[in-house]
């Protein structure tokens, strides 16, 4: 079993940045390994929306509201995935959910989604 652990939100002006993460742990011991990573948004009354998404070593792909705004990235030891996000506007606001196909050696492949983390944005 995967637990992804999603940090970074909060309350931000118009024009500032977060940083979001998004941890996978199990424990289980077994070795985990990502496949693929993507951030997700919703806002109240809103359908969920794609923001960015990240595959194996780095093809990556962005929502054209954030191109340009946002930067999706995987660290060295690569079980978190961060969500840069600049420049913020009031329209980013919603919660942000971490989604991962992970690999483990316990489980294989399954998906698998984060609790969610609340990004507020004030005009």
């Known amino acids: 079993q995967v637990q992804l652990v999603e940090s970074g939100g909060g309350l931000v002006q118009a024009g500032g940045s977060l940083r979001l993460s998004c941890q996978a742990s199990t424990t289980t011991g077994s070795i985990v390994r990502i496949n693929q990573a993507t951030w997700y948004r919703q806002a109240p009354g809103s359908q969920r929306e794609l923001v960015a998404s990240?595959?194996?070593?780095?093809?990556?792909d962005y929502a054209n509201d954030v191109k340009g705004r946002f930067t999706i990235s995987r660290e060295n030891h690569a079980t978190t995935v961060n969500l840069q996000m600049n420049s913020l506007k009031s329209e980013d606001t919603a919660v942000y959910y971490c989604n991962e196909e992970v690999w483990t050696s316990m489980s294989g492949t399954r998906n698998y989604w984060g609790q969610g983390t609340q990004v507020t944005v004030s005009s």
């Open positions: 990240i595959t194996g070593g780095g093809p990556k």
